[in-house]
C-alpha cells in the first residue's frame, strides 16, 4: 500500500482498541471490513491488521487500569421504534420547541458554507 492508503486505516487500530476497552466482539466488524474491501485485498488486509493490533495492544498494554462492559440495548430497553437522533439534530429540535414555547421568532445567526451545519439545514 502506498503510506496514504495506509495512513487511512489507522481508525481501525482506534476501534480495535475499543472493542478491547468496552468488550465488545470482534467477529462482526472483521465480518465487515472483509466485505466492505472484498475487492481490494490489500485495504482490507491493512485494515484488519490495524483492528487485530489495536485489540491486541489493549491486551497487552498496561496502560489502562480498567476496562468496561456497556449490556446490550435489549436487555435495557423494551421492544419498540426508537429514533437515531445526532446532536446536531437534537439541538435544531430544541430551539424550535423553545422558540415556539417562548412565543418567540426563532433566529439563527450563521454563515451557510461549506461544510454546513445540519443544524442550519434542519432549521432552513
Known sequence: ???KEAERSKNMFALG???WMYHRPTQG???FLKQKFAKKPQVMAANLAAFRAGWNFGETTE???VSYEVAPAAKAFPTGT?????GNLALA????????Q??????L???????????LHELS
Do not use: V
Not at 93 to 100: E, K, Q, R, V
Not at 102 to 107: E, H, I, K, S, Y
Not at 109 to 119: F, K, L, M, Q, V
Open 1 to 3: 500500500l502506498s503510506r
Open 102 to 107: 417562548a412565543d418567540l421568532p426563532l433566529f
Open 29 to 31: 466488524t472483521e465480518r
Open 17 to 19: 482498541l475499543l472493542s
Open 109 to 119: 445567526g450563521s454563515y451557510p458554507i461549506t461544510p454546513a451545519s445540519d443544524i
Open 93 to 100: 429540535y430544541g430551539l424550535i420547541t423553545a422558540s415556539h
Open 82 to 86: 426508537y429514533r437515531n437522533i445526532s
Open 63 to 65: 496502560d489502562f487500569a
